[in-house]
C-alpha cells in the first residue's frame, strides 16, 4: 500500500514534534518533510510529491491561509490552529479538515479518516448516467428557466410549498415539493435522508446513523429512511 506522503508547516517545534508522532502512529502516513515558515513549503512543495499537507495559519511573513492562496495545485490540506475564529476562512479553501490546537490524537485521527473518505476511498461511487438519460434539467425561478447539471447538485431541502437545490456554485428557490423533484433525478446518484432533504451520494464526507455530512454541512437522517441510507453506502 503506498504510503500518504506528508508535509507539515508551522513555526512552533513543539507542534511540528507532535504532528510527527501523531503520523508515526498511522502505518499508512509517512512525514516526507517539515517546516518552520510558509515560504520554505512552497518551495518544499516543488521538489517533493506531498499528498497531505498539515499547515498552522499564524506564522510569520506569510500565514498560512496566504500561502494556501499562491497555490495552483495545492494538495489536501488540513489547518491547525490555536485560534477558532479563522475556521470559515479555512472551510472557504475546500481544505479536508481544521484542528483547533491543543490537537488531541482521537481528533487527529478522524482528520486522517476524513483525507481518506474524500480523496482515498470515496464512500461509495456512483455510476455515470445512462446514455439514454439526460445530464441535466431547466427549473423555473422568477419565470426564467435555469439550466442544472446533474452532477452539480449537492443536495435538496424542503421548504414547504417549495425546494431549494444547493449546488457547487449556487442555491436556487423552485416552487414544487421534493417528492415531485426527486422524480426528475436518477435514483443511482440521489437518496432520500429526511422529510426535508435529499442527497448525491457521491459528496457524502462522513456520516453516523443521525447524520451525514456534505462540503462541510450536517444533514439529519431521519428514522424512517435510515435503513435505505446503510444499505447503500455498505
Request: charged content about 25%; overall charge positive; hydrophobic content about 40%.
Given at each position: 500500500?503506498?504510503?500518504?506522503?506528508?508535509?507539515l508547516v508551522?513555526d512552533?517545534?513543539p507542534?511540528?514534534?507532535?504532528?510527527?508522532?501523531?503520523a508515526?502512529?498511522?502505518?499508512q502516513?509517512?512525514?516526507?518533510?517539515?517546516?518552520?515558515?510558509?515560504?520554505?513549503?512552497f518551495?518544499m512543495?516543488k521538489d517533493k510529491?506531498?499528498d497531505?499537507m498539515f499547515?498552522?495559519?499564524?506564522?510569520p511573513?506569510?500565514?498560512g491561509?496566504?500561502?494556501?492562496?499562491?497555490?495552483?495545485?495545492p494538495?489536501a490540506?488540513?489547518?491547525?490552529?490555536a485560534?477558532?475564529?479563522?475556521?470559515?476562512?479555512?472551510?472557504d479553501?475546500?481544505?479536508i479538515d481544521?484542528?483547533?490546537?491543543?490537537?488531541a490524537?482521537?481528533r487527529?485521527?478522524k482528520?486522517?479518516?476524513r483525507?481518506?473518505?474524500?480523496?482515498?476511498?470515496?464512500?461509495i461511487?456512483?455510476?455515470?448516467?445512462?446514455?439514454n438519460?439526460?445530464?441535466?434539467?431547466?427549473?423555473?425561478?422568477?419565470?426564467t428557466?435555469h439550466?442544472?447539471?446533474?452532477?452539480?447538485?449537492?443536495y435538496?431541502?424542503s421548504?414547504?410549498?417549495?425546494?431549494?437545490?444547493?449546488?457547487?456554485?449556487?442555491?436556487?428557490?423552485?416552487?414544487?415539493?421534493?417528492?415531485?423533484?426527486?422524480?426528475?433525478?436518477p435514483e443511482?446518484?440521489?437518496?432520500?435522508?429526511?422529510?426535508?432533504?435529499?442527497?448525491?451520494l457521491a459528496?457524502?464526507?462522513?456520516?453516523?446513523?443521525?447524520?451525514?455530512e456534505i462540503?462541510g454541512?450536517k444533514?439529519?437522517?431521519?428514522?424512517?429512511y435510515?435503513?435505505?441510507?446503510?444499505k447503500?453506502?455498505?
Amino acid at each position: 500500500m503506498n504510503k500518504i506522503q506528508c508535509l507539515l508547516v508551522d513555526d512552533e517545534p513543539p507542534a511540528i514534534e507532535l504532528l510527527t508522532k501523531y503520523a508515526s502512529m498511522i502505518d499508512q502516513l509517512e512525514v516526507v518533510g517539515t517546516s518552520h515558515s510558509a515560504v520554505k513549503a512552497f518551495d518544499m512543495l516543488k521538489d517533493k510529491k506531498i499528498d497531505l499537507m498539515f499547515v498552522d495559519i499564524r506564522m510569520p511573513v506569510l500565514n498560512g491561509i496566504d500561502f494556501i492562496k499562491t497555490l495552483k495545485n495545492p494538495p489536501a490540506i488540513i489547518l491547525t490552529t490555536a485560534y477558532r475564529e479563522y475556521a470559515l476562512d479555512g472551510y472557504d479553501l475546500d481544505i479536508i479538515d481544521y484542528l483547533l490546537k491543543p490537537i488531541a490524537f482521537n481528533r487527529f485521527l478522524k482528520a486522517i479518516d476524513r483525507y481518506r473518505n474524500r480523496v482515498i476511498t470515496p464512500i461509495i461511487k456512483t455510476p455515470p448516467p445512462p446514455t439514454n438519460q439526460a445530464d441535466h434539467l431547466f427549473v423555473n425561478v422568477n419565470r426564467t428557466h435555469h439550466k442544472i447539471i446533474l452532477n452539480d447538485i449537492l443536495y435538496i431541502e424542503s421548504l414547504k410549498d417549495y425546494v431549494r437545490i444547493h449546488t457547487k456554485k449556487d442555491r436556487l428557490v423552485v416552487k414544487g415539493n421534493i417528492g415531485s423533484f426527486m422524480k426528475q433525478i436518477p435514483e443511482s446518484h440521489f437518496i432520500r435522508i429526511h422529510r426535508s432533504f435529499a442527497i448525491a451520494l457521491a459528496y457524502i464526507e462522513s456520516y453516523n446513523q443521525q447524520e451525514v455530512e456534505i462540503v462541510g454541512q450536517k444533514l439529519p437522517i431521519g428514522s424512517s429512511y435510515r435503513e435505505a441510507l446503510m444499505k447503500r453506502l455498505t
